[in-house]
């Protein structure tokens, strides 16, 4: 069978700035300087739980370096080697992530060398006729602002509105998808301040609820005054035309919002705060996520970008049947991203897939992840969801948070010691599927 997509449907693929850049000093950095050990000692303890093939891969979850970034995936350096593979892989859109800590080292000095780095990552993506997403915020925060209380500070939209601002005012010419925070009360506040797995490792209720408070309000802020530095009368709808094509120079463009929620079931790994896991209950996820947080943001937000990857059951049933096939007790149910789909459908906003992928199994497996989340999305497309883009995570591997290194979402594999890259089988099957603009499955 053949399943066509929308005319300009973009394909690509997402990283982020502190797991593939290397050499970041930010929060995360200090807390893996403190916590690596412990977090190997932990694994140790759970060595019969991790494949061969991940023992013997480098590092492996029982070595100390797989829970340092360290130099990552060396990106910084090898940008343009990233980008030469995506333009191979027939790509037309790159979803990376700017590092706040470079930017800003120092509260209110901006460093112009830095910025300038990254005026330079974009002009490789356009000059390879790739459009660049960028994401602003992508879990980490500079040293001086968690000092300050990070997103608990209730100035905390003022400090992030003032580093957005001097980003879009280098960038705002050639850059047309801008998405304020990844994952931010879906993922972020509550792994770091309700379970605390994350960094700074707070479980205080009233502190997560503060900081979703908090970011809610620097995505509005922040929202706002990317619209000031472009056209107020900008919208989607008509500045896409302009910045799709693939063409020289780009106009002006305006921001967007990546707007993480319910997903699947009960959301994606990562997607599932505490609270709801005690609570059981979907339809209050559901309403915190796709009612009250879409509805609180709706006003500031141009498009939605939906993370998808697996969804978490609470009541599950003997007789159902699911593949279960990652180490993570991810369960593989491709359906998922279509009900999410259509959950946003009713919000009248362009969509965007900004991840969705699969830790590393096989690449036959990994070919079964695109393809069957691709056959769902394009059901999506046939039912009225206006889904305009789709980013598989992630075009490298790289450093998976907490994980470490041991967890590889490549469609390109990485090797740790020399920072070669390996296009895997299934990325160059993916690359066909970029190429013709649809899907070909056998049934």
């Known amino acids: 069978m053949t399943y066509k997509f929308p005319k300009n449907f973009k394909w690509g693929s997402a990283t ?19 916590t690596a050990d412990q977090r190997r000692l932990n694994a140790e303890k759970r060595r019969n739980e991790f494949s061969n093939s991940v023992l013997r891969s480098y590092p492996n979850p029982l070595q100390i370096e797989n829970f340092i970034s360290g130099k990552a995936c060396d990106s910084y350096n090898r940008y343009e080697e990233d980008f030469d593979i995506a333009k191979k892989l027939n790509q037309n859109i790159h979803r990376f992530s700017i590092e706040w800590s470079r930017i800003e080292p120092e509260e209110g000095r901006f460093d112009e060398k830095e910025m300038q780095h990254y005026v330079s990552v974009v002009k490789a993506l356009r000059e390879r006729g790739i459009e660049p997403m960028i994401t602003l915020w992508h879990f980490t925060n500079p040293i001086w602002f968690v000092k300050k209380g990070g997103f608990i500070n209730l100035d905390s939209p003022k400090y992030f509105t003032r580093y957005v601002k001097y980003v879009v005012e280098n960038l705002k010419d050639q850059v047309g998808l801008w998405i304020t925070f990844n994952e931010a009360t879906t993922v972020y506040s509550g792994f770091s301040y309700l379970m605390g797995v994350w960094p700074p490792q707070h479980r205080n209720i009233f502190e997560w609820r503060r900081v979703n408070k ?96 697996t969804h978490r059951r609470f009541f599950k049933k003997i007789s159902q049947k699911v593949e279960i096939e990652s180490d993570m007790g991810w369960e593989f149910y491709p359906e998922g991203i279509y009900r999410r789909l259509l959950d946003l459908k009713r919000f009248n906003r362009p969509i965007f897939i900004t991840e969705n992928g699969w830790p590393f199994v096989s690449d036959e497996f990994q070919l079964k992840v695109i393809k069957d989340n691709l056959f769902w999305i394009n059901k999506a497309i046939q039912d009225g969801a206006n889904i305009r883009g789709y980013l598989y995570w992630s075009l490298l ?47």
């Open 16 to 34: 982020s700035a502190h797991q593939v850049e290397g050499d970041n000093h930010n929060d995360w950095t200090v807390w893996e300087a403190q």
């Open 214 to 309: 908090n970011m809610v309000a620097a995505h509005i802020a922040a929202y706002k005054e990317i619209r000031n530095i472009y056209s107020p009368a900008d919208s989607f709808q008509e500045v896409r035309p302009r910045i799709s094509q693939e063409v020289e120079p780009r106009g002006p463009s305006q921001m967007s919002h990546n707007v993480e929620v319910g997903i699947a079931e009960h959301g994606s790994y990562l997607n599932t705060n505490l609270i709801f896991r005690f609570l059981g209950v979907e339809k209050a996820f559901n309403y915190l996520y796709t009612n009250y947080l879409l509805r609180n943001v709706l006003p500031y937000c141009d498009f939605m970008g939906l993370n998808y990857y």
């Open 397 to 443: 591997d790289n450093f998976e948070w907490h994980l470490g290194y041991s967890k590889r979402f490549g469609l390109v594999e990485v090797d740790y010691k020399t920072f070669e890259r390996r296009i895997r089988p299934s990325a160059y099957e993916y690359a066909k599927i970029c190429k013709t603009n649809q899907l070909e499955t056998d049934s």
